[in-house]
């Protein structure tokens, strides 16, 4: 009856350490799939924040998210400033949104953003040229 125990023992053993062996195995792997994306977000944030500050001191989002034609968007300029200041290999999206009830005015990803692998900085306007309606600009980048 001693050796049928052992026998018992070590077959549950075996099934402890495999069980053991792809719960670490699982457990590694998705550390491996989540880190780069975990370690490149507040990268991804600082490209966006910095590109909302560039157009900020220049004035570009003045002159565009409040256009002289009755306060509408300038999308296309907005468009290629975004784009002239985004780095290679990244993609981007901008949005321009009503504060008062957060209604889309503008809206525009490029080809390669993947929102999935993004993260956003925003700025809140109160008014430009004349023009009194506070409006939230929101830039993402997204990355590798």
């Avoid at 998705?30 to 507040?42: M, N």
């Avoid at 009755?70 to 200041?85: N, S, W």
Wanted: aromatic share 6%; glycine share 10%.
């Amino acid at each position: 009856m001693g050796v049928k125990r052992g026998g018992q023992v070590r077959l549950l053993e075996a099934a402890l350490a495999g069980i053991t062996a792809v719960l670490l195995l699982t457990l590694v792997l998705r550390l491996i799939l989540l880190l780069p994306t975990q370690l490149t977000r507040p990268l991804l944030e600082e490209e966006a924040n910095t590109i909302l500050r560039a157009l900020l001191s220049r004035g570009v989002l003045c002159k565009t998210v409040y256009h002289s034609q009755g306060g509408t968007v300038d999308g296309e300029t907005l468009r290629v400033a975004v784009e002239a200041f985004t780095p290679p290999g990244r993609g981007y999206k901008v949005a321009v949104l009503r504060a008062s009830d957060l209604t889309e005015l503008f809206a525009f990803a490029s080809g390669g953003f993947n929102s999935y692998s993004s993260a956003s900085s925003f700025a809140v306007l109160s008014g430009c040229n004349g023009y009194f309606e506070p409006r939230i600009v929101v830039i993402s980048i997204s990355g590798d």
